[in-house]
Nanobody, 117 residues
């Protein structure tokens, strides 16, 4: 079965950096696009970044994170990453790793990112 396990969240000061990881299993990872979403309290879940399956690894970002966040993948490790720089208080949310396999979107359990001084 598909499993997605996020890690790397935590407390960081504004302007700081974090790197999130998502370890995937239960499917042919290298052939699937992968996404990061986030959900802040009282807000809808939103797409943060997406990376296509190879070759080419097309990437797309929400306007709010362009130039600050970088999504990447390591197919040898079945893992995607989200490097987050210049973090702002409005980036505070639970971050989820997700993919669509068949007709179903699968989600990890999420990892909390708190941006506060």
């Amino acid at each position: 079965q598909v499993q997605l396990v996020e890690s790397g969240g935590g407390l960081v000061q504004p302007g700081g950096s974090l790197r999130l990881s998502c370890a995937a299993s239960g499917f042919t990872f290298s052939t699937y696009a992968m996404d990061w979403y986030r959900q802040a309290p009282g807000k809808e879940r939103e797409m943060v970044a997406t990376i296509s399956a190879g070759p080419g690894y097309y990437k797309n970002y929400a306007d709010s994170v362009k130039g600050r966040f970088t999504i990447s993948r390591d197919n040898a490790k079945n893992t995607i990453y989200l490097q987050m720089n210049s973090l702002k208080p409005e980036d505070m949310a639970v971050y989820y790793c997700t993919t669509v396999a068949g007709l179903h979107r699968y989600w990890g359990q999420g990892t909390q990112v708190t941006v506060s001084s």
